[in-house]
Each structure stands twice: as C-alpha cells, then as structure tokens.
C-alpha cells in the first residue's frame, strides 16, 4: 500500500489545523454561512436533512486493517456506530457533530487519511477496480496511476475551481469493474504489440440529468505523457466548460456539444502546445517509487487446489452457495479474491456497523495481508486469500452477518441514502432496496435467476448509478408522493448502456411486484446460459413492457 | 428537491438545522428552538407564516441555526404533524435502521 511521505503527511495535518481555525471561526459567528459552505464542503463536510455528513476519501478503494480500525472507531465515537461505504468509493458518516469536526479530522490524519477532494468543484477522488493486484488479464496494478494521479491532483491550482466536480476512474484490465465509460475521465490500461504500457482515455463520461457514456479520444497515451494529456483534457475544459449554467456545467456537456473528433482534436493541440513548453513529463523514477508501494504481497507457492476448500464445499451449503458468488478468481495459484456482501437481506446497501468494521479489519490482517478493498458496487473485497482458509474467513464473516452470499445477484443492489438521509432527495431509495431484497431472498431463486443489478437512487443526481443498473430504479415526486421510475437495460461495465424508461412510475406500492414482473419476463423469455441483460440486449424493451403494464 | 411547503397551505412552521451539530430544530412561540415539532409555533396563513419566518432571522444572525424555512404542517389530535415525507422524516429519522436515534423514540409517527 502507498503510504505518506513527509510531504503527503504535512499537508494532511495543516489542512486539519487550517479547517480547525475555519469551525471555530464559524462556531463564534466571524464566518458567515455563506462564507463558510464552501469552505467545509472542501473538507467533505455537508449538511443533509437531520445532521451535518462527513464524506471520507479512501483513495482508489484501499485501506489497510489499520486505517479501517479508525473508521470503526470514528464511527463510535463521533456518530452512531455506523458508516456508508458508496460508490464512489468513500465512506460516509451521517451524524458527526461540526463542532467535533476537526477532531474527527486530526484523528483521521493519524492513519494517513483525509476528506479532501470529496467534495466541490476539484477532481474528485480516484476511484478503481478492487481487483487491483489481483485480477487475472491485469496490464497494470490501475493503483499505481491512481495514485500518480492523486498527487498531481491534490491542491492542483488550475483544478480547484473547475466549471464543475470531475471525477476520474483507472481499469487495469479489460473487464470494467472501476465503471470509467460513466466517468469524466476514464482511463483504461493497454498494452501495446511491443508490451509497452499506455493508456486509452475516454472522456465525458458522467451519469445524473443527462447521462452520457464516455468517448474514447486517447488510444495509446504513453505512460510519461499521461499527466500532460490529463491537463490538455483539463485545460480544454476549463476553458470552455460552461460556468454559467450548472446542469451544463459537466465536461460530457461539452463534449456532447463539441462532439468526440473536435474535443480530440482540441485536446492533441493543448497538449502538443504543453509538450513544446516542455511541461509535465512524468519522471519515470517517481513512478517507479509509486509502484514500489504497490508490489505483490509475499505470496506462497501453492497448489493451485485446495483439498481443505473443496472438503469444505462438500460439507457446507451456505459455505458453497458462498463460494459459488463472493469468490473470484486470482492470478495467483492457490489464492482467491472474497468479495464481502454489504447488502444482508433487508438490510441498508453500503452500511456497515463499527464493530464489523473491526471484524474485517481482523480478517484482513489474519488472511489477506492486512489489506482490503472498497467496491463501487458498496461492497468490500478481501483481494489475496488462500483457497485453504477460505472456510475459516466464511466462519469468521459470518458472526457478523458479514456473510450473505450474493454477489451480482439480485440482492447485491447499490442505493444512494435517498430521502431517509439526503436533502437534495426526492424520493427513498433504501426502503425500496431492503422490500425487494426480501422479496427475493431466497437463494436458490437467486442463483437461479443469475446475475442481475438492480441500482436505486432517491433524485436524478443518480449517486446510486441508477443509469446503469440493468434494472435502474429512480425516485421521482409528484406532488409530495414518492414515485419509482424504472429503466431496463443498463450496464456499467466494458459494454456501458444508459438504460432505457420502461414506461410510467410505480408507487412504493406497487415496485417490489413490477420489479418481480420483470425478473418473471426474463425467466419466461431467457435462453440457455442468457443472464438478464443478454436477454434484454437480444428481445429489447417490449416484452417487458407489455407484461407490465398488460394489466394496468 | 422536494417541495418544502406549498402554495396556500393552511398551517406552517418553521424549521432550521443547528449549527453546532446540525440537530433538527422547530421555531417555537417564543423565539427559541426545539428538537421536538411538538414544540413548533405554527402559524395560520401567509401573513402570519411570513412573520413567523421573520422571527427566525436573529438567530441565524447570532449562530445558533442555519437556514430556517417555513414548511406545512397538519394539527391533529395527537399533535401537529408535518405534511410532506421529507419533513416527516426530519422529524422523526430515517425510515430505516429503527433502532438507532429519533427513529427508536418517536417510533409511532413513520407508522
Ligand atoms: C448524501 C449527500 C450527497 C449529495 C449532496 C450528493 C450530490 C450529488 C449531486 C448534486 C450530483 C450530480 C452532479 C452532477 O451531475 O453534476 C451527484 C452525482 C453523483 N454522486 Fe452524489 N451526492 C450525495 C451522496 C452520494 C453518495 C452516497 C454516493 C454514493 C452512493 C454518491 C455518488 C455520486 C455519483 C456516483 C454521482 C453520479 C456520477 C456523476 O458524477 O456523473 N453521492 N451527487
Ligand atoms: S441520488 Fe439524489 S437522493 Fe441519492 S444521494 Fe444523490 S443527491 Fe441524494
């Protein structure tokens, strides 16, 4: 894992001093409002309907056991003994007190985190794929340029005052887990015929009002200039992004205005412009002393079957269902990647409470290097097991109801906080989440049914990727009464899609049996081996349709 | 975001989150703040409404909440009542995790 240099650790601590000065100056009435909003909301401070929201950076999803245990304790001392793991990556806390603030933050700083860039106009926190170091077909562990970015990123003059937020997302490997066709920026890792290392960049990505899938405009940046090509992107956008207008404020405005050829064209002048002023040109040793964090753990040699694993498949149902869909694959013989479901049955999507935050921390430390992961999908990921131990991880997750076995399934569903948290909600998302949730409960359905993503957000700002769901659920309000707006057909992954309206909303009554009606056209429709989106990609939105709204 | 209050309604009261912790607050009828709607000063019709809001302005001024605003309440027999969901769950915590918070002790009102 990167770990702080003088220089990271300075700024940290003096930005906590400074945001210190900042709370007492508002507390004692010398800051007004006005003056201060701006000035909390760069230390990842909002105010939601029932407390102020503390938004933790956790820097392209990694932590170490340590840092987790910081949160946990965070969490019981400054709130309710609970936090909400996003999809962006962060941690959200829902009641800390502004007075407490500042010490929440100096108590943070000790383990080498922040809640810079996870709020206002900035790049915003990288965010990545929680394989990372560990996925079969990795080019390059994404962290590495993650964190490159982040550097440059950070207080970066020119980018702290951006039309709009930015936010910019790394896959190293051909499967999209990191989402970057819905970001501003998203960079995928590529090789080229000689086994040199490059990056194709997409842009104008971006999900809320107007979803856009990103354009690639870069196909093989390499890896020296890729800093100089970001702040050609940049510059492009900074000197025509619409300031005057924040729901056009966003670079995939720009780029859907200015069309992909002509915002590639402008970028290559910015940066053949950069390149002769003889700019950033990224010092390849600074790389390497970057990588050198990110180096492989100590794995064993180790068969690549385990006969204490396959023993234990035999032995334990809930142990195999488990397997059958937390587990991936690891480019490592011997060793699995365990994918820890934060979506319980009924449960809060993201939530996770101090004490099983503790409890990962241990399992992590015991099993998997005393790291983990963070998922965009709200999940965590324990990234280097031995297949051997998987069953004691199984044992020791399941204490603490950390154990639910349904990854990709239909009960592994995102939801923003929505109206129970979020003062710019129209609509609940988590309510929605937990009824359907229990209504397909039960896990032979479920892995019957396969692989399907259900994503609830509470308003059009569309936190909870409703866009890109392959069942998307938006909250609307009409006249006071919460509504349930259905697309079909979304996906966030290397085929991105912005799903598709069904047709009119549902009441909260009504959602949970549409959604069943859905998942029962698939079921009915569905060739052999078809997950969900297969099938909707081969008969379209029709079948749906009618078998929805038939009886209305 | 949701609508607040609405054009016409008939009783309101006002409402701001505190600054030191960012609490829920309601206007009461003499100028202070409460946790509790029960509490709440409510105004009927617009004038009324308009000075209510007014009322609010000092404290704001003096750091004790931010951005008051006015918004429609029921009265009921079991006490006053916010009209929209959105207020009824600033009065009452989320619809979610019931065990925890005002969600625990006002455990009636989301029903
Ligand atoms: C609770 C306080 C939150 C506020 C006030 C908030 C506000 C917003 C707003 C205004 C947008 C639209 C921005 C635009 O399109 O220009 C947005 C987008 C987004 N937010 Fe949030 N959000 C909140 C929570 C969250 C949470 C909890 C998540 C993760 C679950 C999240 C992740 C995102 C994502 C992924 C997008 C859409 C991607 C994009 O930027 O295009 N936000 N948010
Ligand atoms: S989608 Fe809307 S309701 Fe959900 S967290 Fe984002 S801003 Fe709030």
Known sequence: MYRYDEFDQQIVNERVAQFRGQVARRLSGELTEDEFKPLRLMNG?????????????????????????????????????????????????????????????????????????????????????????AAKAEIE???????????????????????????????????????????????????????????????????????????????????????????????????????????KARIKILVHEIGAEEMKRQVEAEFAALKKEGAL????????????????????????????????????????????????????????????SLKPIGGTPGDCSSDQMDAVADIAEKYSFDELRVTHEQNLTLAHVRKKDLHAVYEALKKHDLATANINLITDQIACPGLDYCALANARSIPIAQRISERFADIARQHEIGELKINNSGCINACGHHHVGHIGILG?????????????????????????IVGPAFTEGEIVDAIEKIVNTYLGTRQDGERFIDTYRRVGIEPFKENLYAAH | MAQHTRKGAQFQAVTANRLSDGIVVYLTADAGWSESLQDAAVAEGKE????????????????????????????????????????????????????????????????
């Open chain 1, 281 to 340: 040109h990224l010092p390849l040793e600074e790389v390497a002393r970057i990588e050198a964090y990110f180096r492989p753990p100590a794995f064993e040699e180790l068969p690549n079957e385990s006969t204490e694993l396959n023993k234990a498949v035999l032995a334990d149902s809930g142990f195999a269902n488990w397997v059958k869909s937390n587990i991936a694959e690891h480019k490592v013989p011997g060793y699995a990647i365990v994918n820890i």
């Open chain 1, 476 to 500: 609307v309000d009409k006249k006071g009464v919460e509504y349930y707006q259905v697309t079909l057909g979304g996906a966030a992954d290397e085929k991105t899609a912005i799903g598709e």
């Open chain 2, 48 to 111: 009324a409404a308009e000075a209510l809001l007014a009322k609010a302005a000092p404290t704001v001024e003096n750091n004790t909440v931010v951005e008051p605003y006015l918004f429609e309440v029921a009265r009921e027999e079991s006490g006053i009542r916010a009209a929209s969901v959105r207020e009824t769950i600033r009065q009452a915590g989320p619809t979610v995790r019931l065990d925890l918070g005002k969600q625990a002790e006002l455990s009636g009102v989301h029903g």
């Open chain 1, 45 to 133: 401070v909002y105010l939601q309907l029932h407390a102020y929201m503390l938004r933790v950076a956790i820097p392209y999803g990694t932590l170490s056991s340590r840092q987790l245990r910081m949160l946990a304790h965070l969490g019981r001392k400054y709130d309710r003994g609970y936090g909400h793991f996003t999809t962006r990556q962060n941690l959200q806390y829902n009641w800390p007190a502004l007075k407490d603030m500042p010490d929440l933050l100096a108590e943070l700083a000790t383990v080498e985190m922040h809640a810079i860039q996870t709020s206002g106009n900035c790049i915003r926190n990288v965010t990545s794929d929680q394989y990372a170091g």
């Open chain 1, 141 to 247: 562990d994404p962290r590495i340029i993650s964190e490159v970015i982040r550097q440059w990123s950070t207080f970066h003059p020119e980018f702290s005052f951006l039309p709009r937020k930015f936010k910019i997302a790394v896959s190293g490997t051909p499967d999209d887990r990191a989402a970057i066709r819905v970001h501003d920026i998203g960079i995928q890792i590529v090789q080229d015929a000689k086994g040199n290392v490059g990056y194709e960049v997409y842009v104008g990505g971006g999900l809320g009002r107007t979803p856009m899938i990103g354009k690639k405009i870069g196909d093989f940046v390499p890896k020296e200039d890729l800093l100089a090509y970001l702040e050609a992107v940049m510059r492009v956008y900074n000197m025509y992004g619409r300031r005057d207008n924040i729901y």
